[in-house]
């Protein structure tokens, strides 16, 4: 563990690992929200953050840059099955 950083070692890691998912940590050094597109479109199926707000708008940006009819389910009057 580096000196500062909290432990990898939490159920939900543990529960990801356990199922055969990557688990990358990332300290943000740059644009959060760059990093997490990077790793979406290395075909990261999700992440866990302290910063969920980030990584949803990553996520989103995402969505619509490979199906930009998901914007539709942004802007729809009437819900809608979008995933």
Known sequence: MLEGLP???SA???EATSAGRRVS???HGGNPVNEYLQFFR???DGVFSDFTDTAVAARVLYRLETDPSYAECLTAQE????D
């Open 7 to 9: 432990s990898t070692s």
């Open 12 to 14: 939900q890691v543990s």
């Open 25 to 27: 940590r990332n300290c």
């Open 42 to 44: 290395l075909g990261i």
């Open 79 to 82: 819900r809608r099955d979008c």
